[in-house]
């Protein structure tokens, strides 16, 4: 029997793999490698533990790669077809589930949950299926198995079926909608969203606020969680490689171009998101346009440093989302900006050692999103900055719940109460930001990516 089965002791699956290819102009493959919770947190179990990674290959590198049998240890990509991992990413993962989960839908209009909706979760249900087949074929008798996020809810349910003897788990990266929200979904979706889930021995959250919306849907929906097990780990930063990290060369390097682009004795508000509409980037802008506009002693003295890294392009909405970041930050350089001063600072291209040296420049962090899981950037920010910075930080943020006593607490939709924490963070004596900072640092760091895995690892050898 044990025969069958396959080798790996610890799984995890997602759809992001730590690892992506590109198609160079000569034919070779080139590999780019992410970071994150997970990859430290297989890194940290250690090579040998027979881990395995299964992921889907996502564009048109990873397929090569696939084809060629090009890969990485530790790593499986699957190659589901393009349409059906389009339909499953872009139409039901990032439209319909994340919309949800983040509350984005302009409900007047939508959503319409129509037939090309319902030939579009087929394409769910078989791209779960695929991951759930290769797990169970992988998988040592007795592993254990981690699933990640709302691309992947029916896997845990399928595995199960699989392979009853594995122990399962799934970790929620996003917030949990509200049960009237989450009704949105038609029944039979909301029914099988939640089942499948349930399949896991036990199902990880961020913070309490999204375990408890998740258990209040299965209360609603399906009549309790069953058997299934919650577990909340607020995922912090990684502390030791992020001050190591942010002070080497080509961070130093982008450090003393910013400089250059900010302009001597002026503060600095930064911000780092990839362009998503859950981050609020635009009304943080118009926020800080508000601060401008209602407090002209701030002219000429600070600048906003913002990041908006292209996201999730494949999507119209998102396209739309990006250029109206643009054309907002364009229009309060043109109301506000002089020869010698440009007020906002717009980088739209990923660089990370960018974003780490407006991290150490930075004076105040914006994070106002108008809901996340948790916001890695709020914990990061003052564990890097090199003079201690304030925080201003959406109460609809997780990271809120570890973070909110020592921030400057906002309503993402109040932009003149969020212009009014700017002012406040700004205004923040030396010695009490420095306080503050130091807290926010050490709360953000509390539990890193490689404690936070293998804490819901031993959760689930029990
Ligand atoms: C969120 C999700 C992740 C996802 C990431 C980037 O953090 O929880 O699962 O990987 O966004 O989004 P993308 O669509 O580019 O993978």
């Known amino acids: 029997m044990a025969s069958s089965f396959g080798a790996a002791q610890v799984l995890v699956a997602s759809n992001r793999g730590p690892v992506s290819y590109e198609v160079r102009e000569d034919g070779s493959l080139h590999a780019k490698r992410g970071g994150g919770g997970l990859v430290s947190g297989l890194s940290a179990i250690g090579p040998d533990a027979g881990a395995l990674w299964v992921c889907s ?3 048109d590198g990873d397929r090569e790669a696939v084809r060629r049998g090009v890969g990485e240890d530790g790593v499986r990509m699957l190659d589901v077809p393009a349409d059906v991992h389009a339909d499953a990413y872009n139409g039901i993962a990032n439209s319909v589930l994340w919309f949800v989960h983040h509350m984005l839908y302009q409900t007047p209009l939508e959503p319409v949950f129509d037939a090309e909706f319902r030939r579009q979760w087929a394409s769910y249900e078989a791209y779960n ?8 074929e992988e998988a040592a008798e007795g592993a254990v198995a981690i699933v990640q996020d709302y691309h992947l809810t029916l896997v845990p349910g399928m595995l199960r079926e699989l392979r009853p003897d594995l122990r399962i788990g799934h970790f929620s990266h996003t917030p949990w909608a509200p049960v009237d929200y989450f009704r949105l979904l038609p029944d039979d979706i909301a029914e099988q969203v939640l089942r499948g889930m349930l399949g896991a021995d036990r199902l990880g959250f961020l913070t309490r606020r999204w375990a408890d919306a998740f258990t209040a849907c299965c209360d609603a929906v399906v009549g309790g969680l069953g058997g299934t097990e919650i ?12 001050r190591k990290r942010s002070h080497e060369a080509d961070v130093e390097e982008r450090m003393a171009e910013l400089r250059a682009e900010i302009g001597e004795g002026r503060r600095t508000i930064v911000r780092v998101d990839r362009t998503e509409l859950s981050k609020n980037i ?3 802008l118009l926020a800080y346009r508000e601060l401008l506009a209602g407090r002209p002693e701030w002219r000429e003295r600070v600048v906003h440093v913002a990041f908006a890294y292209p996201s999730r392009q494949d999507l119209a909405v998102y396209r739309e989302y990006t250029a109206e970041v643009e054309r907002v930050a364009n229009a309060v350089n043109e ?10 600072v717009l980088n739209l291209k990923d660089d990370f050692a960018r974003s780490l040296a407006a991290y150490r420049l930075a004076d105040v962090a914006l994070v106002n999103p108008v809901r996340d899981g948790m916001n890695l950037v709020a914990k990061e920010v003052p564990v890097v900055s090199d003079q201690g910075c304030a925080l201003v930080l959406s109460r609809e943020a997780g990271a809120y719940e570890e973070l909110g006593a020592d921030a400057v607490v906002v309503n993402p939709y109040d932009v003149v ?3 009014d924490a700017l002012h406040a963070a700004l205004g923040l004596p030396a010695g009490e930001r420095a306080e503050r900072s130091e807290r926010l640092a050490a709360a953000g760091t509390a539990l890193p990516p490689a404690r936070w895995f293998l804490e819901q690892l031993d959760a689930l050898r029990g």
């Open 282 to 284: 635009v009304r943080g």
């Open 57 to 59: 290959a996502l564009g």
């Open 231 to 242: 577990g909340v780990h607020g995922l912090g930063a990684d502390g030791d490689f992020l």
């Open 335 to 344: 109301e506000f900006g002089t020869p010698g001063w440009t007020p906002v």
């Open 129 to 136: 299926r695929a991951f759930a087949e290769a797990l169970a």
């Open 417 to 419: 109460g969020t212009a």
